[in-house]
């Protein structure tokens, strides 16, 4: 679902980028996301910061895709070599080839997405078996706490971390790392060779 004019602004401003430089991607490294992480895809990519920090690790290639537009002309923007973004929903990447990625990223971005669970099924596919993801998403009781203050009117996408972990593993993951703080889970998972 597209973000609210309140949300959009708050992704995109500086402190967001401090957040994700500073704090969710070294977790994402600590949970095992190396150099030369392969064919990347970022779901959700937004304005395409995340496509920044990603692209100092030196994939072999990068996509990084989102619902809207105006999203994806920012991070357009941006100038990145060798980066590719295109507006695309995630509940349906069937324009991204099966086992063609090695990894997968997303940074906060399935509580956004009623049928997330879709989402899971799409990352399975088009990752090689043995390929990675690479996630963190709050816990529901988070986003309604946070709906009750800033009314930035998140859909109810009904995303606990016991849920997102079950669907990860009925996907053909096996959660080969976490971490659990301020009611966000950032997880690393492996695809086995039968999603
Ligand atoms: C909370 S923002 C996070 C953006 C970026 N990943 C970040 O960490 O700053 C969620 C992003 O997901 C995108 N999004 C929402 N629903 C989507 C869908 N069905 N398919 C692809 N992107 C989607 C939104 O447009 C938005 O850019």
């Not at 971390?161 to 659990?180: S, W, Y």
Request: hydrophobic content about 40%.
């Amino acid at each position: 679902m597209k973000l609210s004019l309140a949300e959009f602004r708050a992704m995109n401003n500086p402190f967001r980028q401090v957040l994700q430089r500073g704090y969710e991607f070294p977790i994402f490294k600590s949970l095992g996301l190396i150099d030369q992480p392969g064919d990347v895809l970022e779901i959700g990519c937004g304005s395409g910061y995340g496509a920044v920090l990603l692209s100092s690790l030196r994939p072999r290639s990068y996509v990084g895709v989102d619902l809207m537009p105006e999203q994806i002309a920012l991070a357009q923007k941006r100038g990145l070599d060798g980066a590719q973004f295109f507006v695309l929903d995630a509940t349906n990447l069937s324009q991204i080839p099966s086992e063609s990625k090695d990894t997968v990223v997303i940074f906060g971005v399935l509580h956004h997405i009623p049928p997330w669970r879709t989402v899971i099924g799409e990352c399975a596919r088009v990752l090689r078996p043995g390929g990675h993801i690479f996630l963190e998403e709050p816990d529901n009781s988070l986003i309604d706490r946070w709906e009750n203050v800033f009314h930035w009117g998140h859909p109810g996408a009904d995303l606990s971390l016991p849920a997102l972990e079950a669907c990860l593993v009925e996907n053909g993951f096996k959660i080969t790392g976490r971490k659990h703080a301020f009611s966000f889970g950032h997880y690393s998972a492996q695809r086995q060779n039968h999603a």
